[in-house]
């Protein structure tokens, strides 16, 4: 039996025994974990050197609105971002040091520039340098400098009170928001300031597009008066977004965009709406459908006398548009009938009378043509010469009968259908004679 004293021994024997060798043979282990250590400690160093001295973690910034926005990262946080909406309240700092500044969002005192990237989604912790331009560096309450350039090192601290659902508020709410709205994007508009005016119109217009369900369950035929009531008074505030929305649109040149508002207007809330049949005439004499705009000038003129003398300005810019397309259409017309029909041998004098063609194979004839000879020379004066024939001008060709007729028509200002009639005659003349030689 062994003594106390010998089993320690040899289990320190065993012990010393396993533990050196691992330590002299591989040594790769702490090896591999000191770099892992030492590049954990550099790059957090040098993370925190750069959010310290405010240099951004990425290179590549995010552009926004055509470059009037443009945000790159600082300082990121490890849980994602929430979009923010109307009306909660936000803690901020806009320079490194500052005090924390608290506004509600969508509030007339915060630079249109930093809502835009708060809108896009920015976490509370997160730092992002941003840059506004233009109206973009503005606040609703300064006045704009053209030209302008402001720049922003924005860190979002603290959300507060949650901000408007369109779909947890009543009607009387929704209004009530996209009316206040809607002032603010007449401001704007008298401002000059049209980007940031479209922009209240849209978001106030977007909380109106919520409405009553009207029909009663199991009651198809009987309507909720009160649904019919809250719908009406919904359709009387979203039809003056719509239309200054689309006036917006049309003082930037946005045509398709303002005849769909025009439309929408006229499709959903009121068919006889002066100003959408107005404005979606204006938009289709720009966008060149010119039957469509005369037809809604006409109707909005024809419901209002009072817009008679903005109808007739239309019109006659209208007409001028018009005269332009008839121009360009006439032009095509005659390059097409010269590329047609104006080769160097209707210019040419008529050759002499070509000797009587050798009769065909009874083979050819039969197997091609059904026994007709149908060939014609080029050159031949029954093809493009019939000054002769018929009851065209003697000792005139095709091209210089259709260069007088169109120095005539230019004369006596004529119109255009008489124009292609007297062009169609032309073509009769000389085509009528040919036609009976070849028979």
Partial sequence: MLRGCDLDKILADDSAGTEDPVLDEDPQPAQVEQPVKVATE???????????????????????????????????????????SDGCTMGFRMQQGEPLTEEIFGGPNLPWALEVVARRGVAIGEVVEVIGRGEYAFADCEELVKGEERRWRFELVTVGTE????????????????SELRERG?????????????????????????????????????KDQKAVEANRRIRTCQQPLLLNWALVLIKQGKFHEAERKCTEVLLD????????????????????????????LRRAQELDQSVSAEVERELIKLERAQKKLDAKDKRWAQKALQGALGDSRSSAPAPAPAAPAAPKPAALADDENEG???????????????????????????????QAQERKADKDDVDELTWCRQREAIYNQFIQQPQKQDD
């Fill in 42 to 84: 550099v790059n957090t160093k040098v993370a925190t050197q750069d959010t310290q001295e405010g240099k951004p973690e990425s290179e590549t910034p995010l552009i926004f609105h055509d470059g009037g926005v443009e945000m790159l990262y600082v300082k990121r946080a490890s849980h994602h971002a929430s979009r923010l």
């Fill in 163 to 178: 901000g408007w659902d369109k779909f947890r508020m009543t009607t009387h709410e929704r209004i009530e928001k996209a």
């Fill in 186 to 222: 007449n401001t704007m508009m008298k401002k000059g300031r049209l980007l940031r005016a479209g922009d209240h119109y849209e978001r106030g217009s977007n909380l109106m597009d919520v409405i009553e369900a009207e029909d009663l369950p199991g009651q198809a035929a009987t």
């Fill in 269 to 296: 809330i009121d068919k006889s709406c002066v100003k959408a049949l107005f404005r979606r005439g204006q938009c289709h004499t720009e966008l060149g459908n010119l039957e469509e705009a005369r037809a809604d």
């Fill in 372 to 402: 007709l000879d149908v060939r014609v020379k080029e050159s031949s004066a029954t093809r493009v010469n019939a000054g002769s024939a018929g009851d065209a001008p003697a000792g005139r060709d095709l091209m210089a009968t259709l």
